[in-house]
Each structure stands twice: as structure tokens, then as C-alpha cells.
């Protein structure tokens, strides 16, 4: 009994000592010692030199006036001057040291050459251009011409499209498909942890290395951070798999950390695709509960599409590479002779958070400006700007049907408190809101009027909107649009309470308050 008992104490000493030295404690002491450090710097020559106080108040007036009349959005402006009208003088040196880094200087300049590279391999066919000027809306026409012009992404026909509607659904087809890769298979992810759903792929992805597939995995440096036994980068590397980590954190303040590689893109041998909402972790297919049950979606796309994510891949693979791939050898008739399908419009398209374009804000506020019956979305976080907010709003008093499903169960409760003062506005405005009783909806999906949907990455959140890289696709007149519609209108009839403006009113006055501090930054957070 008593070897017992010392056993017992020195398995509790370990596990103690293991926290205390995790990557999470060294990490988050690294960067309290950063802060502690500019925070104790700052106050000491406060309290020493009155001249350096008044200089820094001078500076922060005139970094004010710069930060109003730059051309951020309007919600990072209010989140940076509140805490500029607090404490001026520290937040001037805060807003110079965060502003004027390198590193992400070094890697929007990269993104931007990979990107001017790939254009080229991502021509607008003008026969299915003149087509849908011909023959379909032209309101669709404009969509694509924007995508096209602006985001060098164009609109396909001869691919067809599977919608899933649960992790678990994408979960099985992706481990079939992938088990059918002869040539190459290309990963790319924001989560990847170890468990089941990553062992199933992992070992398929090992065996098609043996066979001699090409296979290479890319993952965010933050993303999996936590999750991931250190350089696991390198292990996978030494099993045979090319495996990269993008912008790979480390524990020091600076702004291009907030740049993540959120995409989730599967190619295999050039014709067939995945995207959505789902990560590679146990939650996301239920097999690990977290938030209650987990709502996720995905598409698989076959057909001339897919070229336009294999070229998203690369964009992201060869930021460090000096030579670029012969792209003419992973095209989707590289190892498909037959012609494909053709099912409706399709148009996959990549965010970049360097291309001074927000492609997938701007593809939401083009489905609600031109709804006519109704257009409803997904949405695991709403933190949106006021264009968003005019959008939906003046959608539905002028008789637009819209309707939002959101979580039951947050993963992110200060989230959740900054989603109820925007629940309150857009209730005020005819915006209907669902909870999903549950769990957690992790969908990005949008669908309007029967025609046109959205699936992928993108969130309603600032995040998503502005500073992550983010994919997804476009589908117009496919048969993803009626499976987007059911899914949602499925979820409302049988899992969803409606939130009324009398719920959120009905809050405790700390609540409100407390909302609405957060509100003001949620830009950042």
C-alpha cells in the first residue's frame, strides 16, 4: 500500500512537472516576460523623464490623426484609438513596435510573387464567360467577372460537386478517395491532432508514399501549435512525407503572427478536391465531444475546378521555394483522359489577407445585395463591420428572408458575448437568428434564391474577413445549392430555438456592459 502511494505521488509530480515545462507555460511566460518587460520600461521612464512623457503623448496625438484618416476598416480603427485615449503614450510605442516589423513586410512581399506567378495558369475561359452573359443572370456575370479581375480566379463548368453536411460524411468519402491516389496527393490545413481521424489518414498517407506517391502536407504554425508534439514537421518528414509549417509561431510579440493559414485543401491527382469548415481533429467528426455535437460541412469537388485549388496549394508551398513547380504536371487531365461532368457553375477562389482585396467579404455582401426571396447563412462567430451589418439589414426590411444559424454551445464565450450586441442590432432590423440547440455550428455556408451558395472556409468575423488566407467556392445553379438550402432549413426546423430580440434584452446589466466593452475589440481578438 504504502509503494503504492508513493507511486501514485510520484506519477502527480511528473504530471506537475510536465505541465509546468509544456510549450503552452514556456510559451505564455516568454511573452509575459515581453510584455512585463516594455510594460516596466515604459513606467520607469515615465516616472524619470517628464520630457519623454510628453514627447510620447505628442506622438501618440499625431499617430491618432493617422489612424483615423488611414484606410483600415472602421472597426480596427476604434479598437486601436479607445485604448490610444487611455494610455497614449505606451500605445504609441505598442503601435510603432507592432507596425513596423519585418517579418511580415517579408511575408506579404512573398505571397505577392507567388501570386503574380500563378496568374497566368488561371485564365478566365471567355467561352464560359460569354455563355453566362448569354444565357444565365447577369448579375452572376458580374460575380464572376469581379472574382476573375480581381482575385484571378475563374468560373468552371465540366465539374460536379458533393456537398456533406457532417464531418463524419466528408470523413469517409475523403478516406476513400485518398486511398484511390496514384500520382500525388496535396494537404493543406489550419488543425491537424493526433487522434483517430489523423491516424486513419496518416496511415493512408504513408502508404501511398510507399507506393510513390508525391505526398506533401502543409499546416499552420498556430493552428496546431498547441496540439502537435514538437517538430512534428520533422517527423512526418522523416516517414517520407514533404511536410512544411506555415509562418511557424514563435514567442514574440508581432503582428504577422495574426496571419494564419485557416484554408483547408485536399488535392488529389489533380481532378478531385475537398474543402469546408472541417480541421483534421477528433471533434470535428464527433469522435471527441467538446461543444456537444459538432455541425460541420464540406464539398468535393471533380472536374476543372480543382486546378484552381492545386494552384491555391502551391501558392502557399513555394512562399520558400526559389524555383516554381511545372504546374502543366498536376493539371486535372494530367491523369484523367476522359472529360468530366458538368453540373452548373462553379468558382473556387482563395483570400489573402496582402492583396488589398477582401474576395470573400465581398462575395457575402454580393449574395445579400442581390438577394430577392431570401438568403441565409452559417455562422460559428459574428463579429462583423458596418457594411455587413447595412447589408443584411436593409436585405431584410426590404423584404429579403434572412436567417442566420448560430451556435448553441460556443467554443469561444467571449465570442459569444460579442455576437449578442450584433444579435441585437440585426434582430431590431427583421434579421432572424437560430441557435443550434445541440452544439457547435462550424459551417461557413451561405445560399440565396435557389441559385447560388458558398461553402467554405470564410467566417463572419473580422479573422476571417481581413487577416487570415481563407478559400472556398462558388456554386451557382448546382446541385450543392439545393443540399446547402436543406441542410440549413433542415437544421432550423429540427435542432434550432429562435432568438428573439427579448432573449438578448433580457440580459443582466452587467452582461450588457460587459458585451459591449468586448465589442469594441473584437476586431482584434
Not at 295 to 303: E, F, R
Amino acid at each position: 500500500m504504502k509503494k503504492s502511494t508513493k507511486d501514485t505521488l510520484k506519477a502527480s509530480l511528473r504530471k506537475k512537472l510536465s505541465f509546468i515545462f509544456s510549450r503552452k507555460i514556456t510559451v505564455a511566460l516568454l511573452l509575459l516576460i515581453q510584455a512585463g518587460f516594455v510594460v516596466f520600461t515604459f513606467l520607469s521612464l515615465y516616472e524619470q523623464f517628464i520630457i519623454i512623457y510628453l514627447s510620447l503623448t505628442a506622438l501618440a496625438v499625431a499617430l491618432v490623426g493617422y489612424i483615423a484618416s488611414s484606410n483600415e476598416n472602421a472597426g480596427y480603427k476604434i479598437a486601436w484609438l479607445v485604448p490610444f485615449v487611455v494610455f497614449p503614450g505606451f500605445m504609441a510605442l505598442v503601435y510603432i513596435f507592432l507596425k513596423t516589423q519585418t517579418s511580415k513586410r517579408s511575408l506579404k512581399k512573398k505571397t505577392q510573387i507567388k501570386a503574380i506567378e500563378t496568374e497566368k495558369h488561371l485564365i478566365q475561359d471567355k467561352q464560359i464567360y460569354h455563355n453566362i452573359i448569354k444565357n444565365e443572370d447577369k448579375s452572376f456575370a458580374r460575380l464572376s467577372s469581379y472574382i476573375s479581375t480581381y482575385g484571378k480566379f475563374p468560373t468552371y463548368r465540366n465539374t460536379t460537386a458533393q456537398y456533406f453536411k457532417s464531418g463524419e460524411e466528408q470523413f469517409k468519402v475523403l478516406l476513400e478517395e485518398l486511398r484511390k491516389a496514384k500520382h500525388f496527393i496535396f494537404i493543406e490545413y489550419f488543425i491537424v491532432e493526433l487522434g483517430f481521424m489523423w491516424d486513419k489518414i496518416l496511415e493512408i498517407l504513408l502508404k501511398k508514399v510507399d507506393e510513390g506517391v508525391d505526398v506533401r502536407f502543409l499546416y499552420d504554425g498556430v493552428g496546431a501549435q498547441t496540439i502537435l508534439p514538437g517538430k512534428y514537421d520533422e517527423t512526418l518528414r522523416y516517414y517520407g512525407i514533404k511536410c512544411k509549417v506555415f509562418n511557424p509561431f514563435v514567442p514574440f510579440m508581432t503582428t504577422v503572427q495574426n496571419n494564419r493559414d485557416h484554408r483547408k485543401i485536399v488535392v488529389i491527382d489533380g481532378h478531385t478536391a475537398f474543402t469546408g469548415g472541417n480541421n483534421l481533429a477528433d471533434e470535428y467528426i464527433n469522435k471527441k465531444v467538446k461543444y456537444g455535437y459538432w455541425k460541420d460541412s464540406a464539398v468535393m469537388l471533380k472536374g476543372d475546378a480543382v486546378w484552381s485549388f492545386t494552384m491555391m496549394f502551391f501558392q502557399m508551398w513555394e512562399l520558400d521555394e526559389k524555383e516554381s513547380a511545372n504546374y502543366i504536371d498536376y493539371t486535372p487531365h494530367k491523369y484523367h483522359y476522359e472529360s468530366f461532368e458538368s453540373d452548373g457553375y462553379v468558382i473556387p477562389y482563395g483570400d489573402s489577407p496582402f492583396d488589398d482585396e477582401n474576395l470573400g467579404k465581398m462575395i457575402y455582401l454580393d449574395i445579400i445585395n442581390k438577394a430577392k426571396d431570401y438568403v441565409y447563412f452559417t455562422a460559428p462567430y459574428l463579429i462583423i463591420d458596418d457594411e455587413l451589418i447595412t447589408a443584411l439589414s436593409y436585405a431584410a426590411k426590404s423584404g429579403v428572408d434572412v436567417r442566420i444559424v448560430v451556435p448553441g454551445i460556443p467554443d469561444k464565450w467571449y465570442i459569444q458575448k460579442i455576437s449578442n450586441c450584433y444579435y441585437k442590432e440585426l434582430l431590431e432590423h427583421g434579421v432572424k437568428f437560430y441557435r443550434f440547440k445541440p452544439g457547435f455550428v462550424h459551417t461557413k455556408d451561405c445560399v440565396s434564391d435557389d441559385k447560388i451558395a458558398t461553402v467554405g472556409t470564410v467566417n463572419l468575423d473580422y479573422r476571417s474577413l481581413y487577416l487570415h488566407f481563407e478559400d472556398g467556392a462558388v456554386f451557382y445553379k448546382n446541385e450543392v445549392v439545393r443540399d446547402v438550402k436543406k441542410d440549413i432549413t433542415d437544421m432550423i426546423e429540427s435542432s434550432c430555438t429562435e432568438i428573439t430580440l427579448r432573449d438578448i434584452n433580457e440580459r443582466s446589466i452587467i452582461d450588457k456592459v460587459f458585451s459591449g466593452v468586448l465589442k469594441i475589440f473584437g476586431p482584434l481578438l
